[in-house]
């Protein structure tokens, strides 16, 4: 590699790093809370999640429920599971009978509790688990159409930009460089070395999520309009159709039938026809008719197959099979491909252990981040650079640590506060999370910057952000009783994992932030 070239990526790499950093530690650090997004709702909403999967769903009662309060007949109702926690998505058609008023059955859609039947809209289900998972993809900045997914999408393109030239430039010491760690030479070398060997251990995970973090925001927000557009005319079905995901259509019969078949049977036959299944969704297509048909839609276990997507169509008033899709045999290109980018984006493959790693990964990936940002800060900061640019970054690199690092004590303090003070599910909810959150972000955020000390703004977003993290069992313990004992006690796994969880991440966090020693006067920092 020439001189020329080597100038050429490294000054590329940093530029579009420098660019997206703040970007990409917020969709890291939120992205790594969110492997624990079900656990998290459980204990935020402390209902234990005894049975995985519709294992104790009945839908003889849902239904039951649904029909005091909405009009079911003629209508395509789908109950679906798309994460471990007591509560399904409900979704509902207008009716297909064309003599009930569609104002009266129009479509909906809510979240409906297992056990209780109780029925939420989307903003009073919200909860802190929901809003870390969609922070993590900026879901929060769509204030112009999709603007924060095209944002979070960018972001994730030039993350793979930086990845390639970060690579390339690190390449021929890669090995060499990996084993040197120094913290007691210069400045800009402990956090060139930190950043370097870090870099190495988290690459094939920061690559993998930079490329299917690249798939599921791009493709569905750039690629996806104009091949709808152009290749489908505008028919959006259609294209879901030949992809595999298109909806059923099955004609109304205009007469009801005279009485309703048991529907859990049908999600018993599937675990018995399929026993490797995990059963996502389960839709009643022209519910009370006599051409009722049942779907019952999911996936193979992990342990049994990595892949693959299968469904099975009843005929409710026979009980027979109309349709089948084999999960388990001839997995479609559609099916093979989203599923693998699935898998590997959520991290949900390998139980609670594998999420426990693929956590650690990246919070290691936000470390990164910030080596680099102080790497880009001590580089800019020489004599023969000009007292004005000199400023300038230096509040570049106050603010831009600030951002990041108070997101731990911020996340913290909403934990808590949401525990002590929202205790009602209602369409305020979402807003009061909102709130909490980016108000006591944005003050930390001001006040370690106007600080102008970056070795200040790490100590002490630790110690503040571990004191808190010790606060969320108490708070848990205190508001619901719940207190980590008996939750293991009661063998609610779910919510005692949280409140260890928070245990242990605030000790860790608590014993580096007192033993971290300011070096000689400046901001560097080391581990006494």
Known sequence: MTNRTYNILFHTHTVSGIIISVGLYIIFFAGSFSFFRDEIISWERNEPVIEKGFGNANFNTMMDSLDQTHSTYGRDISFTKYFEERRLSVNLTPSKDTTVQQDASGREFFYMDINSQNTYDYASNYSIGEFLYRLHFLAQLNLYGSSGYLLAGSIAFFFLFAIITGILVHWKKIVSNFFIFRP?????????????????????????????????????????????????????????????????????????????????????????????????????????????????????QYGKQFIGRGELVFNAGTGKIVSEKNPFENTSYVDGATGIMERLHFGDYGGLGLKIIYFILGIISCFVIISGILIWLVARDKKHITEKKRKFNAWLGWSFIAICLTMYPATAFTFVAVKLFIYDFDPERMTSIYQIFFYAWLVLILL?????????????????????????????????????????????????????????????????????????????????
């Open 184 to 300: 007691k030479a210069r400045l800009k070398n402990i956090w060139t070395e930190a950043h370097t060997a870090l870099g190495v251990i988290g690459l094939p995970f920061q690559f993998i999520y930079a490329v299917t973090g690249i798939f599921f925001i791009i493709a569905t927000a750039i690629v996806a309009p104009p091949v709808i557009s152009i290749v489908y005319e505008g028919d959006s079905e259609k294209m879901f159709e030949d992809l595999g995901v298109g909806t059923k259509d099955f004609p109304l019969a205009m007469k009801k039938s005279e009485a309703t078949p048991d529907l859990n049977s049908f999600v018993k036959k599937t675990e018995s026809y399929w026993p490797d299944f995990n059963i996502e969704k389960v839709t009643f297509y022209n519910f009370g008719d006599e051409n009722m048909h049942v779907g019952v839609e999911g996936f193979p």
């Open 448 to 528: 370690f910057t106007l600080k102008k000390d970056n070795f200040f703004t790490n100590k002490y977003t630790l110690i503040l952000g571990a004191i808190l993290g010790l606060m969320i069992p108490v708070a848990n313990g205190v508001i619901s009783g719940n207190w980590f004992w008996k939750s293991f006690a009661k063998a609610h796994h779910d919510i005692l994992f949280i409140d260890v969880f928070w245990i242990i991440l605030a000790l860790i966090t608590f014993m580096v932030g007192i033993r971290l020693k300011r070096i000689n006067g400046d901001s560097r920092t080391s581990i006494k």
